[in-house]
């Protein structure tokens, strides 16, 4: 056990709808990322936050947005979902931003 | 930008036996950090091993340790005694040590089979 935790585990939805991925960090840690893995593109760095700010930003798509909160858990959002947006979404967190990332177990999003 | 690169999509081996896995990598930093993650069939991503580019002495973990190669860009993974529960995907990742630039950069995989 990471320490990481991410819910839901599983997330079955429609084609243009949006759900809410949420992920809260290690304790302690101040930097969260996000990172897509899918059969075709593999692990994708999204975005990252440290200590509630945006600090860097990957291949992330417009209708996807993130957020890091005062309480340092961060959300993931993904709107107007396309099947192709189906994958595993992997939170990280890190106590700074050169340290080692731990992952938590991942929300498996499919888009019917 | 950099990039990380498995050649072995799969492999196997025996139980107890010693394997290794390749990686290679390309960067123009000098400084930096090098990973191997290991996800098994949970899908958990599990770290395996850290090594840091400025230090010559290569990282061990128990079973774990690394062959890392600065000149040739080369960052190995060797697993020795290999056990059962060893079996799963193991991903290469490199990190820059530029600040805000700390994402980490995967590989596609090795799939890795111990075989009873």
């Known amino acids: 056990d990471s320490g990481v935790t991410q819910t839901p585990k599983h997330l079955i939805t429609a084609t243009g709808q949006r759900v809410t991925l949420r992920c809260s960090p290690r304790?302690?840690?101040?930097?969260v990322y996000w990172y897509q893995q899918s059969l075709d593109q593999g692990l994708q760095f999204l975005i990252q936050?440290?200590?509630?700010?945006?600090?860097a930003k990957g291949n992330i798509l417009e209708r996807f947005s993130a957020q890091q909160f005062p309480d340092l858990h961060s959300e993931l959002n993904l709107s107007s979902l396309e099947l192709g947006d189906s994958a595993l979404y992997f939170c990280?967190?890190?106590?700074?931003?050169?340290?080692?990332?731990?992952f938590g177990p991942g929300t498996r999003l499919t888009v019917t | 930008a950099q990039t990380v690169t498995q050649s072995q999509p799969e492999m196997s081996v025996q139980e107890a036996e010693t394997v290794t896995l390749s990686c290679t990598y390309d960067?123009?930093?000098?400084?930096?950090?090098l990973f191997w993650y290991k996800q098994p069939p949970s899908r958990q991503m599990i770290l395996v091993i850290r090594?840091?580019?400025?230090?010559?002495q290569n990282a061990t973990e128990n079973r774990f340790s690394v062959n890392f190669q600065k000149a040739a860009k080369s960052f190995s993974l060797k697993i020795s005694d290999s056990q059962l529960g060893d079996t799963a995907m193991y991903f290469c990742?490199?990190?820059?040590?530029?600040?805000?630039?700390?994402?980490?950069?995967f590989g596609t995989g090795t799939r890795l089979t111990i075989i009873p």
């Open positions: 304790s302690g840690d101040l930097s």
């Open positions: 990280a967190s890190s106590t700074l931003p050169k340290d080692e990332q731990y």
């Open positions: 936050y440290y200590n509630g700010e945006e600090r």
């Open positions: 090594q840091e580019a400025y230090k010559q």
């Open positions: 990742a490199f990190t820059s040590n530029w600040l805000g630039n700390e994402k980490l950069t």
């Open positions: 960067t123009s930093e000098n400084n930096y950090y």
